[in-house]
């Protein structure tokens, strides 16, 4: 009778400890705050403002520093811009000058503005005065 092989002896492996760097979590950065930019007022793309430049609002009858500066905020920044306007323009823009409203059509700024637009200085002041 022939006897079995003895089974081998295995010597359990243990493994090392592993080092394991602890993961912590960052919370993400707030979003920044954004503050809303008031809309720029409609206007059809053939009287839209240029990107060469500014005209001088200040020219027009009516409008001082303080309009001026808002309707530069507005992206009002050109005679043809305000020259193009339509009725449902003058209502847009209107609706957002706050203590100016109604100065578009009392002070007639379209009319100023197609004569400054054309660079008609002349008739300009014949009918609105020296600028």
């Known amino acids: 009778v022939a006897t079995p092989d003895p089974v081998p002896v295995v010597e359990p492996v243990v493994a090392e400890?592993?080092?394991?760097?602890?993961?912590?979590?960052?919370?993400?950065?707030?979003?920044?705050?954004?503050?809303?930019?008031?809309?720029?007022?409609?206007?059809?793309?053939?009287?839209?403002?240029p990107a060469d430049g500014a005209d001088d609002l200040l020219k027009l009858k009516g409008v001082g520093p303080k309009l001026g500066a808002l309707l530069t905020e507005l992206g009002v920044t050109r005679y043809?811009?305000?020259?193009?306007?339509?009725?449902?323009?003058?209502?847009a823009i209107d609706a957002k000058l706050g203590n100016f409203k109604g100065r578009p059509v009392r002070d007639q700024w379209i009319d100023q503005a197609k004569y400054l637009a054309a660079g008609d200085i002349a008739g300009f002041e014949a009918k609105y005065g020296k600028i």
């Open 17 to 49: 400890p592993v080092a394991v760097e602890p993961v912590i979590e960052e919370a993400p950065a707030p979003a920044p705050v954004v503050e809303p930019t008031p809309a720029p007022i409609p206007t059809s793309p053939a009287v839209a403002a």
């Open 80 to 91: 043809a811009q305000i020259a193009g306007w339509s009725d449902s323009d003058i209502a």
